[in-house]
């Protein structure tokens, strides 16, 4: 592995190997051991947008495994716009052993890689969120002691979130349907490339503007936001259109009895996802939460430690 930028990129048995380092991880943590992986090892994280949990964990990830990361905020660096972003990245490449970079167009987190010497991490991009996936790949593991098999049903907007779930659904054998009103859906090329994982996997890949149809027999339920960052022009027009695509106490009710809600978080309560919901027993919304950190510590060691663990 040399860069983290999809999960596409990954085959199944990379994914494996991450999600077995991040448990291993999880239960050093757990104990109080976490191993120095890391010592002296650096992670500069460039944002272009807000964040709680993609910062946070980064950070504490880095310093539980005895290694620091810094904080580079949208304004102080102008990502091509103080400085080109090539340069950018072969200027980190000299100071630090890693990037992480949160971003608008997906093809930056691409030029930085290219152009870096070091690997680079996409945390968060408008194409995908493969740190994400990844967490709640590690969710729906520890929740089902399983992944193959299972029926993931993503309810709401056709957007990063949704692609890198895809990916990961599809490359690991699990069921995947999608609900999106019309013009909301996922790209064709990530249905093209899902469609692939799934008949390499075994999985089926669906797609309706049905919530309750996609919904039905799912063991997760998981939404996201309507608006995502870097399109709250369309905020309104959006608030109009996705109300049907709620997902409430009535919508889970058509899935399996033991469905788990998923949400990556920040959420809009009482638009795509209600309090009763987010709060109720079906919620695993901060287990997938914490898993950030314990899956960014396995992309980081993956990345930076190369005899493995
Ligand atoms: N889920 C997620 O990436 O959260 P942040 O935007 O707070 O990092
Ligand atoms: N789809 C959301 C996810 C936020 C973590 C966004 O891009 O804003």
């Known amino acids: 592995m040399e860069h983290f930028l999809s999960?596409?990129?990954?085959?199944?048995?990379?994914?494996?190997?991450?999600?077995d380092l991040a448990i291993e991880l999880k239960q050093e943590w757990r104990q109080g051991g976490n191993r120095p992986l890391l010592a002296n090892k650096t992670l500069a994280m460039i944002f272009q947008k807000p964040s709680l949990r993609t910062r946070v964990s980064f950070d504490m990830a880095m310093l539980h495994l005895g290694g620091h990361a810094l904080y580079l905020s949208p304004d102080e660096i102008g990502l091509?716009?103080?400085?080109?972003?090539?340069?950018?990245?072969?200027?980190?490449?000299?100071?630090?052993?890693?990037?992480?970079?949160r971003v608008f167009a997906h093809a930056h987190v691409v030029e930085l890689a290219r152009a870096a010497s070091v690997p680079v991490i996409n945390g968060l991009?408008?194409?995908s969120h493969p740190c994400q996936g990844l967490a709640d790949l590690l969710?729906?593991?520890?929740?089902?002691?399983?992944?193959?098999?299972?029926?993931?049903?993503?309810?709401?907007?056709?957007?990063?979130?949704?692609?890198?779930?895809?990916?990961?659904?599809?490359?690991?054998?699990?069921?995947?349907?999608?609900?999106?009103?019309?013009?909301?859906?996922?790209?064709?090329?990530?249905?093209?490339?899902?469609?692939?994982?799934?008949?390499?996997?075994?999985?089926?890949l669906t797609e309706t503007e049905d919530p309750v149809e996609a919904v039905t027999a799912a063991h997760i339920v998981y939404t996201d936001t309507w608006t995502s960052m870097g399109q709250e022009a369309e905020a309104q027009e959006r608030l109009r259109i996705f109300p049907p695509y709620q997902v409430n106490a009535e919508l889970i009710a058509h899935a399996r009895p033991e469905v788990r809600v998923m949400h990556c978080l920040p959420a809009h309560r009482g638009?795509?996802?209600?309090?009763?919901?987010?709060?109720?027993?079906?919620?695993?919304?901060?287990?997938?939460?914490?898993?950030?950190l314990h899956a960014q510590k396995a992309i980081?060691?993956?990345?930076?430690?190369?005899e493995g663990t």
């Open 139 to 204: 969710t729906i593991f520890e929740t089902f002691g399983r992944l193959r098999g299972l029926k993931l049903a993503y309810v709401g907007d056709g957007n990063n979130v949704a692609t890198s779930l895809l990916f990961g659904a599809t490359r690991m054998g699990m069921d995947f349907a999608i609900a999106s009103p019309a013009g909301y859906h996922l790209p064709g090329e990530v249905m093209r490339l899902g469609r692939d994982f799934a008949a390499a996997s075994g999985s089926r």
């Open 125 to 127: 991009s408008d194409y």
């Open 7 to 19: 999960l596409a990129d990954l085959s199944a048995d990379d994914i494996q190997r991450l999600l």
């Open 300 to 306: 980081l060691v993956r990345l930076l430690v190369h």
């Open 80 to 101: 091509g716009k103080r400085e080109s972003i090539a340069d950018i990245a072969r200027v980190l490449s000299r100071y630090v052993d890693a990037i992480m970079a």
């Open 271 to 292: 638009q795509e996802i209600t309090d009763e919901v987010a709060d109720g027993p079906h919620s695993i919304l901060f287990d997938q939460a914490e898993n950030r």
